[in-house]
């Protein structure tokens, strides 16, 4: 397999491990990838992130990226986003404010219930490992980039905000945290986010990893 990756370099992540993990799998060339420039010829892009919402929108518009990850998105090439790097897919978020994202997925981030999540002894942040599956029995990861995995896999994560995407037909897999499920993979054509870290989740992160580097331009019809 001959897969390039270009990783999304905004000041805002920790490339290293992401990094580390893609070489491991299989890529033959990693890129960090700093301004609109480096977008034009990506075969796939990792956007990853940590940190507020607002803060990471900014940043990306400052270097130039903002339009430019919109517009590779446009052009059917494999997109994955990670942790904050998936909440930035989507419409907007609540963080600290109202803020707007990339809009490649319809729908909004919003804060985990805290209280909710205190009556079921969880805490927010939520922090660790958990269990993945289909949002229902119906669902299936079949040619998704869960494909590799079983469902009830475990997945690491760490956040305080989850995405609600507007379409149910746009999440592939939930977690649960609080007693409730939130969205832990999310995707809409050629763009994928996962909520948890793959680069961090051990074989089954790695499996999809693997399988993002398999992913090739969508077809346009």
Known sequence: MNASVSIVDYDC?????????????GATSVQMVSSSHGLEDAERLILP???AFGHAAEA???????QS???????????????????????????????????????????????QASQHGDKVPNMGWLPIRPPSPEVT????????????????????????????????????????????????GNVIGCQFHPEKSAVAGLNILRRFLA????KKG
């Open 49 to 51: 992130g940590v940190g």
């Open 60 to 66: 990306l518009e400052q270097r130039g990226l903002f």
């Open 141 to 188: 990861w079949e040619g998704t980039i869960l494909s590799p995995l079983c469902v009830g896999e475990y997945a690491y994560f760490v956040h305080s905000y989850a995405a609600c995407p507007v379409d149910s037909n746009h999440v592939t897999a939930v977690a649960d945290h609080g007693g409730q499920p939130f969205c832990a993979v999310a995707s809409c």
């Open 69 to 115: 990850i919109i517009d590779y998105a446009a052009s059917g090439r494999p997109l994955l986003g990670i942790c904050l790097g998936m909440q930035l897919l989507f419409d907007e978020s609540d963080e600290m404010g109202r803020h707007p994202g990339l809009g490649l997925i319809p729908g909004r981030v919003v804060m985990l219930d805290a209280q």
């Open 13 to 25: 992540g920790n490339l290293r491990s992401l990094h580390r993990a893609v070489a491991a799998v």
């Open 215 to 218: 992913m090739t331009e969508a």
